[in-house]
């Protein structure tokens, strides 16, 4: 008899089990729980395989095809989990949470390890966690044109004991063509809807969420609807800093990169930028004139930034002039100008 654990129960119990997912590599990498280690039943090819006989032959068939497959691994399997178990309790999960997660929770019980099955597997979870994403939170939206500092800002507000989300940091991405780490790649899109729960999970929901303006959009991952719905609606506090501060900020920023990084970054924008300010911007690069391919970039993103703005309800957004740019003082203006207009 396979024990059984329920979905809304894993988050509170998930430090007391080792966590395995056994989909196929593919499955694990567009998104799996955090913390899960993946011991794949089936390779993608095998997996495929059994797909294509369950619909094509017979469930009969893909299912003993599927056992001599798993029955070539199954010592591995066992290894491996014992590894990961470390005396404590395994909670297994697949897609559906049946065969694969059944048997192998099966196996690992014939040789002794207390294992458990997730009920309705992943896909489960992801139900479960879309829906707690829909729980209501008072939000307030940090903007302001690009070069302004507002994840720093943010960031600052949090070590004063402010509830932030670091949504570009959970993407790995700024939020611009200029944005992506050339270092460190972005998550799947499924797989930064996790780790953004892990960050949604601890919130006080009776205490104010601040965020960062953002579009749909952060890089190559999408915010879900539901929270993209809230961002747009939410009070924007629009931030103004000098144009001198955002160039300085920028040029920061992106000069630890390799000089290609930009000129593809240019590439990128080239069309909106216009033909003759895509060419100074390169022309500058070449020369090591930064801040003058900063200030190009910057008549850019500002329209753009105008742009997404104009979307808005024009009474939700209200601008504060920051006196200094340095994100101490800059956290604590956000702060009281919030408390002032009584917007938290």
């Known amino acids: 008899m396979i024990n059984i654990v329920e979905t809304n129960k894993i988050l509170e119990l998930r430090e007391k089990y080792s966590l395995i997912d056994v989909r196929s590599p593919g499955e694990f990498a567009k998104g799996h729980i955090?913390?899960?280690?993946?011991?794949?039943?089936?390779?993608?090819?095998?997996?495929?395989?059994?797909?294509?006989?369950?619909?094509?032959?017979?469930?009969?068939?893909?299912?003993?095809?599927?056992l001599e497959y798993a029955a070539e691994h199954s010592a591995e399997y066992i290894s491996q989990a014992k590894e990961i178990s470390q005396g404590k309790p395994v909670l297994v999960y697949c897609?559906?949470?049946?065969?694969?997660?059944?048997?192998?929770?099966?196996?690992?019980?014939?040789?002794?390890?207390?294992?458990?099955?997730?009920?309705?597997?992943?896909?489960?979870?992801?139900?479960?966690?879309?829906?707690?994403?829909?729980?209501?939170?008072?939000?307030?939206?940090?903007?302001?044109?690009?070069?302004?500092?507002?994840?720093?800002k943010l960031l600052q507000m949090?070590?004063?004991?402010?509830?932030?989300?670091?949504?570009?940091?959970?993407?790995?991405?700024?939020?611009s063509a200029f944005g992506y780490s050339p270092i460190t790649p972005q998550p799947a899109n499924e797989h930064f809807e996790n780790l953004l729960y892990e960050e949604w999970r601890k919130l006080d929901f009776k205490k104010v969420l601040w965020l960062e303006d953002e579009s749909r959009m952060i890089g190559r991952v999408q915010i879900n609807d539901c929270l993209f719905g809230r961002i747009r609606s939410a009070t924007v506090i629009k931030i103004v800093?000098?144009?001198?501060?955002?160039?300085?900020?920028?040029?920061?920023?992106?000069t630890e990169y390799d000089k290609q990084?930009?000129?593809?970054?240019?590439?990128?924008?080239?069309?909106?930028?216009?033909?003759?300010?895509?060419?100074?911007?390169?022309?500058?690069?070449?020369?090591?004139?930064?801040?003058?391919?900063?200030?190009?970039?910057?008549?850019?993103?500002?329209?753009?930034?105008?742009?997404?703005?104009?979307?808005?309800?024009?009474?939700?957004?209200?601008?504060?002039?920051?006196?200094?740019?340095?994100?101490?003082?800059?956290a604590q203006e956000i702060i009281a100008f919030a408390e002032t207009n009584k917007l938290n």
């Open 261 to 330: 990084y930009l000129i593809d970054a240019f590439e990128r924008i080239s069309r909106r930028l216009g033909g003759e300010s895509y060419q100074k911007a390169i022309a500058a690069l070449e020369v090591d004139d930064f801040a003058t391919a900063a200030e190009l970039a910057l008549r850019y993103y500002d329209n753009a930034y105008e742009y997404g703005l104009s979307k808005r309800n024009n009474n939700t957004i209200v601008e504060l002039v920051l006196s200094n740019d340095l994100p101490e003082i800059a």
């Open 241 to 254: 800093v000098q144009s001198s501060d955002r160039i300085k900020r920028l040029v920061e920023d992106y």
């Open 158 to 175: 949090q070590k004063m004991g402010e509830q932030v989300i670091d949504l570009e940091g959970i993407a790995i991405h700024k939020g």
């Open 34 to 66: 955090p913390g899960a280690v993946n011991i794949p039943l089936f390779s993608d090819d095998e997996r495929a395989d059994v797909g294509t006989r369950y619909k094509q032959v017979s469930r009969e068939n893909a299912m003993m095809v599927g």
């Open 95 to 152: 897609w559906r949470g049946g065969q694969r997660s059944n048997a192998f929770c099966h196996l690992l019980q014939s040789v002794g390890l207390d294992s458990y099955r997730l009920k309705d597997g992943y896909k489960a979870y992801k139900g479960f966690i879309r829906e707690e994403f829909k729980r209501e939170i008072k939000l307030i939206i940090v903007g302001g044109m690009t070069g302004s500092g507002k994840t720093e």
